[in-house]
């Protein structure tokens, strides 16, 4: 697809005057998340990225040759340039402006993974309890990337096929110092939500977290739900059991106070009478009542 006026002028003219075209023009998909703007970059110096995950989202565009390129565009993503995006899945729309009066329309996009890519990923993903665990929890795992590699698969753009940048704007660098304003402003909304990468690649929070849910095999209920007890038990025991527990308690008791806790989120009732038992089985081994 090609968004080049049909009178394209290599020169940005700020005296030039064209209808308004921007995103708002567009019909976003209902699944589309929508950051208002002007947005400007948290980072105000120096490599933009916070967490892990948005600083290889960056590291990407390095390991594919663009970083010269992606450079430009860091002034325009930390002085408000971008007015707003839009994320969908496979691409990203906004609206940047530039020297003229009207915004320039700048997509990314990114290659969706097949259905049957994705079955090979969740099965890849299902098999480890603790990422499962930790997804579910929010989190993102920090080895992800090898379990996607090793079903034939990358999260990350790491071929040149994998992503493309359009803008409507007379710069011919691919990326413009508008797109690449844009893809810096990505990595920042992944240190807040990693789970927009999976929206990039075609799955967003809902359905991804739906079918890890379906766990099954090595990954069963119970693994993963003993890999997310594991993931919080130390600010648990620190901060949330109730001072019954550490009074011994009698063996029945236990339940009944972790019920003051509430119900996880995300665990149907049965799961969550799983979870109960192994906490109070822990419980009792760290209070000594093994006999």
């Not at 994705?118 to 993102?140: F, I």
């Not at 090898?146 to 493309?164: H, T, W």
């Not at 927009?196 to 359905?207: A, N, S, V």
């Not at 009074?247 to 149907?268: M, V, W």
Request: a negative charge.
């Amino acid at each position: 697809m090609s968004w080049y006026y049909d009178d394209f002028d290599h020169y940005d003219d700020p005296d030039d005057s064209y209808d308004d075209f921007t995103l708002a023009d567009y019909e976003m998909p209902p699944t589309a998340l929508t950051i208002e703007g002007p947005i400007q970059a948290m980072s105000r110096r120096g490599d933009i990225g916070r967490e892990w995950w948005g600083r290889q989202w960056v590291q990407a565009m390095n390991n594919l040759g663009m970083d010269g390129r992606l450079q430009r565009g860091k002034t325009y993503a930390r002085n408000g340039s971008v007015q707003r995006i839009h994320i969908s899945e496979g691409m990203v729309y906004a609206d940047v402006q530039g020297n003229r009066a009207y915004p320039y329309r700048t997509a990314i996009e990114l290659k969706l993974f097949t259905d049957e890519e994705w079955a090979r990923a969740l099965d890849a993903l299902r098999g480890q309890a603790l990422y499962v665990a930790k997804l579910l929890a929010g989190e993102m795992p920090q080895d992800i990337e090898q379990v996607f590699q090793e079903a034939g698969l990358s999260l990350f753009p790491n071929k040149r096929k994998d992503i493309s940048f359009e803008c409507s704007c007379p710069d011919w660098g691919d990326p413009c110092k508008h797109a690449a304003a844009v893809y810096y402003l990505v990595a920042e909304q992944l240190d807040s939500d990693p789970f927009i990468l999976f929206h990039l690649r075609g799955r967003r929070r809902e359905l991804l977290l739906q079918a890890l849910n379906q766990t099954s095999g090595s990954a069963g209920a119970e693994s993963v739900l003993e890999a997310r007890f594991k993931l919080t038990a130390g600010k648990f025991w620190r901060d949330d059991v109730p001072q019954v527990i550490r009074q011994k308690p009698n063996r029945q008791d236990i339940p009944f106070a972790l019920r003051q806790l509430g119900t996880p989120p995300d665990l149907k009732p049965k799961d969550v009478r799983v979870l109960y038992n192994l906490v109070a089985d822990e419980a009792w081994r760290w209070l000594g009542f093994d006999g």
